[in-house]
């Protein structure tokens, strides 16, 4: 795996993140297709670029959009 496939992989996720829904792991693994550790890369780039806000709930880790709002 390169950056280039963690960017794509980064782009699937955020197209499904567009729905602006709150997604658990589970389910973005399931409708993604893609490996635990593909999964992984691909929220750590989003997560780097604040893009994505995790939330974990007992066991379970939700991703949802990060909205950034500047004023000024």
């Known amino acids: 795996m390169d950056k280039?496939?963690?960017?794509?992989?980064?782009?699937k996720i955020w197209h499904l993140l567009e729905n602006n829904a709150k997604w658990s792991y589970k389910e973005l693994?399931?409708?993604?297709?893609?490996?635990?550790?593909?999964?992984?890369?691909?929220?750590?780039w989003l997560a780097r670029e604040e893009r994505i806000e995790p939330?974990?709930?007992?066991?379970?880790l939700f991703v949802f959009v990060c909205v950034n709002v500047y004023i000024g």
Do not use: F, R, V
Not at 55 to 60: A, H, N, T
């Open 4 to 11: 280039a496939e963690i960017g794509m992989n980064a782009g």
């Open 29 to 44: 693994k399931s409708k993604s297709g893609l490996k635990d550790k593909e999964l992984g890369a691909a929220l750590g």
């Open 55 to 60: 939330d974990q709930e007992g066991d379970e």
